[in-house]
């Protein structure tokens, strides 16, 4: 009995701990190459999720397409599905400035984390989240590397 109970106790902490995460979802997507914006699409959803818990600017995201393209296929992992999700960790803030509307754009530097089981792959990556009311409205990121390639993500709230 002793073990269900923190088996219980366990779970729940769980439980807590992920429903504070914020899960974003693309609504429109752009990508900017020398200065000319496109729209563009992948197949499925690309997900950002934001922990509160975590440091400012830490996200995760989700979308295979998406991210083998931003890292322009350049991880070899032996199991592909690792490009599925990637963690932008380590964030150091750059700039933040609120615009006209109150929109708060704030811009990070970090690493791009790649993780599976014996796959590992990191970037740095410049990643600008504009939120206005705790609401994130959206995304633009690009490779430290390569600053003529960038994306730009319009995002709605997960219901």
């Known amino acids: 009995m002793k073990n269900y109970y923190a088996l219980f106790l366990l779970l729940f902490f769980v439980s807590v701990g ?77 700039s933040a400035s609120t615009d006209k509307q ?15 089981d014996r796959d590992y792959y990191s970037v740095i990556a410049v990643v600008t989240i504009l939120e206005k009311n705790d609401n994130v409205l959206g995304v633009k990121m690009h490779l430290k590397e390569n600053d003529r390639k960038e994306y730009a993500f319009s995002t709605k709230p997960t219901s």
């Open 18 to 94: 992920y429903a504070q995460s914020k899960n974003v979802v693309v609504d429109k997507a752009w990508v900017s190459e020398s200065e000319e914006w496109s729209d563009f699409q992948y197949s499925g959803k690309i997900v950002f999720s934001i922990n509160p818990n975590e440091a400012p600017g830490t996200l995760r995201i989700g979308n295979y397409d998406f991210l083998y393209d931003f890292v322009e296929g350049k991880a070899k992992f032996t199991v592909k599905s690792t490009y599925s999700s990637a963690e932008f960790s380590n964030p150091r803030k750059l």
């Open 102 to 116: 109150g929109v708060l754009n704030t811009t990070y530097e970090g690493t791009l984390v790649f993780q599976s």
